[in-house]
Nanobody, 113 residues
């Protein structure tokens, strides 16, 4: 069974940066799309960024130009570099492998104004 473990969340001031990591227990990211999602209190979970096996990326309009998703197949890890953070980026961030039910446990990101 594949396990995903996120890390790198925390508290940061507006304008700051964080890098999230999602480590997989298998080489699943070599064969399927990887995505970062987030869920703020009282809101639905939303797609933030995704990266396909050939490296094609997709971003939510709200994070374009500020966030960058990348993948290191040798480490079975997907990253989300978040720059110019805003208070509205505050949420629990989740990693997902594929389009099914393989999710990480989430990592909290809090951006103070």
């Amino acid at each position: 069974q594949v396990q995903l473990v996120e890390s790198g969340g925390g508290l940061v001031q507006a304008g700051g940066s964080l890098r999230l990591s999602c480590a997989a227990s298998t080489s699943i990211f070599r064969i399927t799309v990887a995505g970062w999602y987030r869920q703020a209190p009282g809101k639905q979970r939303e797609l933030v960024a995704s990266i396909t096996t050939d490296g094609s990326t997709n971003y939510a309009n709200s994070v374009k130009g500020r966030f960058t998703i990348s993948r290191d197949n040798a480490k079975n890890t997907v990253y989300l570099q978040m720059n110019s953070l805003k208070p509205e980026d505050t949420a629990v961030y989740y990693c997902r492998a594929g389009v099914g039910s393989i999710w990480g446990q989430g990592t909290q990101v809090t951006v103070s104004s």
